[in-house]
């Protein structure tokens, strides 16, 4: 595909559920984001992923949030006993090695908590 | 305090209207200054990226980054209908160009009237 594929594009669960919401990068990218978005507010970092090396997961908001990146392609964020505060739009964002280089996002995981 | 601050808007403005925004920000290590433009249930897409202080015009876009102000804008000329969006500044430094990568402001949105 030519961009950042996010799957499913909206969700809803019941709360206490697990969910967990799919990011495929563009192709050769070796960065890979996860950001959360919510209602009126900026995009929050969550994990990042680059290459081989260890994920920063510095922004992860508490332990029932978990990521990981396969093959350092696709990423699955996973969200453990989930709560209300965690309904949010989850916005996917890939990225070329390299200092200068765009962040390209996909459409984003609209997740709904009731 | 936010690292960064942006004004949540909404803006409205007649078509053809000059459209100014605005952000500021208290982190004097960011060199690198973005703005992003987001439709409604899309991710957003870079529209200008600019390094240190000074102006860049695409179109009908300016951005400018005044450093020592910690002050960055994104002026858009001939404004149109289809411009309605929320627009997000974001920034990062020299140092954070893997993990954290980008500070996001709050977002603008905008609305441009027929």
């Known amino acids: 595909g030519a961009g950042v594929s996010q799957s499913p594009s909206n969700k809803v669960t019941e709360k206490g559920k697990d969910v967990e919401l799919r990011c495929d990068p563009i192709s050769g990218h070796t960065a890979l984001y996860w950001y959360r978005q919510s209602l009126g507010q900026g995009l929050e970092f969550l994990i990042y992923?680059?290459?081989?090396?260890?994920?920063?997961k510095s922004g992860l908001p508490s332990d029932r949030f978990s990521a990981e990146r396969t093959g350092g392609s696709v990423s699955t964020l996973t969200i453990q006993r989930t709560q209300q505060e965690d309904s949010a739009v989850y916005l996917c964002a890939s990225r070329e090695q390299g200092i200068n280089t765009e962040a390209f996002f996909g459409q984003g995981t609209r997740l709904t908590v009731v | 305090q936010k690292e960064v601050e942006q004004d949540p808007g909404p803006l409205s403005v007649p078509e053809g209207a000059i459209v100014s925004l605005n952000c500021t920000y208290s982190?004097?290590?960011?060199?690198?200054f973005m703005w992003y433009r987001q439709y409604s249930r899309k991710g957003p897409e870079l529209l200008m990226y600019?390094?240190?202080?000074g102006n860049k015009e695409d179109g009908r876009f300016t951005a400018q980054v005044d450093k020592s102000s910690k002050y960055i804008s994104l002026f858009i000329r001939d404004s149109q209908p289809s411009d309605s969006a929320t627009y997000l500044c974001?920034?990062?430094?020299?140092?954070?160009?893997?993990?954290?990568?980008?500070?996001f402001g709050s977002g603008t949105r905008l609305q441009v009237q027929p």
């Open positions: 600019t390094y240190s202080s």
């Open positions: 992923f680059q290459g081989n090396s260890a994920p920063d």
């Open positions: 982190n004097s290590a960011f060199q690198y």
């Open positions: 974001a920034m990062r430094s020299y140092m954070d160009t893997g993990r954290r990568a980008l500070t």
